[in-house]
């Protein structure tokens, strides 16, 4: 049996048609959804990007960021982001030494693992992400990726052009922007774009590992729909009002209050952007299951969409991926997994999940033994409604700030114990009113299961980061 794993980054639930969107064109993830348990309340348990990865692909639990050390920054980090030598955002670090990932487990049980991804982080120098592959394709170019300098280009991006006339240019998000075009710069037909790239290279590896006669695992990592949301113009079109005469507002900046740096009609565009650039992972992401699919590997492998967050696009004022804005938009994901045999296909499951439950529950569906020290439990079971529900309630933590969910209730605060946000979910799922100061004795009670996951209490981190350090 093989597996095959397609992480999408920056993916929101609610932009999915098989989740309820209904304007937004999804049609490929929605038909995988009719081939799948499609779970609704999966989560990370630590976040962005290299946090839930590590957990995901370790089946152990970054929170509360207490084996954490600073990885080593070097350029841009230091110059441009001002980190200083250390890369101080809790849980983006190296695979550590005592972590197992994937990929090496399954090489030693004799599969053959293969990795393909854009996202840049996860080859960023002595990250390590890519251990235990038998190969691997990094797709340059992505957001600042320095794969390019800008002496060979016909000229220099204008970022400003890509930016609200009340946006600092002077921003971390611009310069972003500025490699980024100068990464794209001769860019021309939509298979030169990121997303396609990826599922290309995956397409090629489905006929390279089939030919090697031998159980596979396929990771395909796209960071797309990350930003910048800059997808061919006809995808933009499906949805940005054509009257709209504005910025090319494609890059966010992130922020607690986005009319800081936009007018409404520039959110606007904005967000119709990132639904252009998620119906363009769509697209390819089905021209990769087609492929699948005629090779008959939707037969004889288990395989899991899954994405590591989503993005906040004004909700309650934040943009970008803000830690103490742990609502919905950022927190709930997109999960799929597709059984060979057909199990639950077309079945929702609301079992709780988090990121670090995939691994175990992967290497069980495959007749796999878990390793010992792996920490998520095998969800497969409560999905199936062969037992009861798998977990109570969740916990997260990005950056600072801790996040704690049961069935009725959203905990959100920081880790010294300060700065408490209570939602009802069940009557206000939009988290739209803070009830902290009303009910404090609910406060307490969720506050202790975050310290109980805790093992009792938060380390003390210096954590500095200027992109994600906004007014609250």
Not at 222 to 239: A, G, I, M, Q
Not at 304 to 309: G, I, N, T
Not at 369 to 381: A, D, R, Y
């Amino acid at each position: 049996m093989n597996l095959i794993m397609v992480i999408l980054d920056s993916l929101r639930q609610d932009h999915v048609g098989a989740y309820g969107n209904e304007w937004i064109h999804t049609e490929h993830l929605d038909r995988f959804a009719t081939e799948s348990v499609r779970f609704t309340r999966a989560f990370p348990e630590s976040c962005p990007t290299l946090p839930f990865r590590t957990s995901l692909l370790t089946g152990r639990r970054v929170y509360p960021f207490r084996r954490w050390k600073p990885g080593i920054a070097s350029y841009p980090y230091i110059e441009i982001y001002k980190t200083g030598k250390d890369l101080t955002i809790p849980g983006w670090a190296p695979l550590q030494k005592d972590d197992i990932p994937l990929a090496e487990i399954l090489h030693e049980r004799g599969y053959t693992p293969v990795l393909v991804t854009d996202c840049l982080h996860q080859m960023y120098p002595g990250m390590n992400f890519n251990r235990g592959y038998h190969a691997w394709n990094w797709v340059r170019g992505q957001e600042w990726d320095l794969c390019k300098m800008a002496s060979l280009t016909e000229a220099k991006a204008k970022a400003g052009d890509y930016f609200s006339n009340k946006t600092d240019l002077g921003h971390p998000k611009v310069w972003e922007t500025e490699r980024n075009l100068i990464n794209t710069n001769r860019r021309e037909f939509e298979e030169e774009f990121f997303a396609p790239q990826v599922f290309r290279q995956a397409e090629r590896w489905l006929e390279e590992l089939v030919e090697q006669n031998n159980d596979f695992f396929l990771c395909v990592d796209c960071f797309d729909p990350h930003e910048p949301w800059d997808p061919p113009k006809y995808y933009r079109n499906l949805y940005v009002d054509p009257a709209y005469r504005g910025k090319e507002t494609v890059m966010p900046i992130y922020t607690a209050d986005w009319t800081e740096n936009l007018d409404e009609d520039e959110l606007k565009y904005m967000r119709a952007c990132y639904a252009a650039e998620v119906t363009m992972v769509d697209q390819w992401f089905g021209r990769f299951m087609s492929k699948v699919r005629l090779m008959g590997l939707d037969k004889n492998s288990v395989i899991m969409v899954v994405s590591d967050h989503g993005h906040q696009l004004g909700e309650n004022g934040y943009l970008g991926k803000i830690d103490h804005g742990l609502l919905p938009s950022l927190m709930d994901l997109v999960l799929m997994i597709h059984h060979p045999e057909g199990e639950g296909a077309g079945s929702v499951s609301d079992s709780f999940v988090m990121n670090h439950d995939l691994l175990p529950t992967m290497l069980s569906i495959m007749g796999e033994e878990v390793p010992g020290n792996v920490e998520g439990i095998n969800i497969w079971p409560a999905a199936m409604e062969q037992s009861g529900p798998a977990r109570d309630y969740v916990t997260s933590i990005f950056k600072s700030y801790a996040w704690v969910r049961t069935h009725d209730y959203v905990l959100i605060r920081k880790t010294d114990g300060t700065d408490a946000k209570l939602y009802d979910i069940r009557n206000d799922p939009k988290h739209s009113k803070d009830i902290a100061a009303d009910m404090p004795e609910k406060v307490e009670e969720l506050w202790q299961l975050a310290l109980n996951d805790a093992d009792g209490s938060f380390p003390e981190l210096e954590i500095s980061f200027p992109l994600w350090d906004s007014k609250k």
